[in-house]
Nanobody, 121 residues
C-alpha cells in the first residue's frame, strides 16, 4: 500500500522561500511521474509542478520561474523548492503520482495529509 508523507510547510512572509519534501513508500517510485498539487478550501485541487521518471519538469504558469520540482529516486523522495512566495500561494500542498494513486479497496484516489503553506506578512 502506497504511503506519501509531505513535510516542510509553514508560515513565511511574501518573497520568502520554503522547500517541501514528499517521502514515498510502498510503490515503485522511480517509474512514475510525480507531481505537487495544491488546494485552497472551496476550490479544486490543482497541479502546480510535475517531474517525469526521466526528470523532465513542467509547471503551472502561476509558479513558473519561482518553483522547482525535483526527485531523488534512491531516497524515493520528491521535493518542491518554492521561492518568491506570494500570498496567493497559500494552500495545502500535496504530492502524488500523475495520475494520482488509487486505493485498491475503494478505487478512490489516495492522498497524504499534505503540508500547509501560508504566505502572509
Amino acid at each position: 500500500q502506497v504511503q506519501l508523507v509531505e513535510s516542510g510547510g509553514g508560515l513565511v512572509q511574501p518573497g520568502g522561500s520554503l522547500n517541501l519534501s514528499c517521502a514515498a513508500s510502498g510503490t515503485m517510485f522511480r517509474i512514475y511521474s510525480m507531481a505537487w498539487y495544491r488546494q485552497v478550501p472551496g476550490k479544486q485541487r490543482e497541479l502546480v509542478a510535475e517531474v517525469t521518471s526521466r526528470g523532465t519538469t513542467t509547471y503551472a504558469d502561476s509558479v513558473k520561474g519561482r518553483f522547482t520540482i525535483s526527485r531523488d529516486n534512491a531516497k524515493t523522495t520528491a521535493y518542491l523548492q518554492m521561492n518568491s512566495l506570494k500570498p496567493e500561494d497559500t494552500a495545502v500542498y500535496y504530492c502524488n503520482r500523475v495520475p494520482p494513486f488509487t486505493i485498491a479497496t475503494t478505487k478512490g484516489e489516495y492522498w497524504g495529509q499534505g503540508t500547509q503553506v501560508t504566505v502572509s506578512s
